[in-house]
């Protein structure tokens, strides 16, 4: 083996090793973490409210379950019916955006999924205080 195998050789491992993925920011521990969140909001709108709604009644309880209670409460006082469907609408393009900017490269930025968890936990929080009134 030449020498000049040799430095491809050490400069191939080097090159690996220092492009290593820390955990934090893989998309695996993204991915599980956004996954338990969305898992968290069906067994929550299933234990709420079950199967005994149809139609537009279960997107409506749906998004409600999905963290977008903040954004539907201030729709409907600021606006009304319209407005609560379009704060849904707004709340539902900023998570996509989120999770897009979240996954879009091997190399996760971590400030995207701690917004869209945040978002999505305080949501849920507060979706859980107005079912229990």
């Not at 069906?42 to 149809?54: A, Q, T, V, W």
């Not at 879009?104 to 917004?115: A, D, E, G, S, W």
Request: glycine share 8%; proline share 2%; net charge positive.
């Amino acid at each position: 083996m030449s020498e000049q195998d040799k430095n491809k050789i050490t400069a191939t491992f080097l090159s690996e090793k220092e492009n290593k993925i820390k955990w934090h920011h893989s998309r695996w521990f993204w991915g599980i973490v956004v996954g338990t969140l969305l898992i968290w909001g069906i067994i929550f709108f299933d234990m709420l409210y079950g199967s005994s709604l149809s139609g537009l009644g279960v997107l409506k309880n749906l998004s409600f379950t999905f963290g977008a209670a903040p954004f539907m409460i201030y729709g409907q006082k600021w606006i009304g019916t319209f407005g609560q469907i379009s704060f849904s609408i707004i709340f539902y393009l900023l998570l996509f955006v989120l999770l897009y900017k979240t996954f879009y490269k091997k190399y996760v930025c971590i400030l995207f999924p701690i917004i869209f968890s945040i978002l999505f936990l305080i949501g849920s929080l507060i979706s859980i205080l107005v079912a229990r009134i």
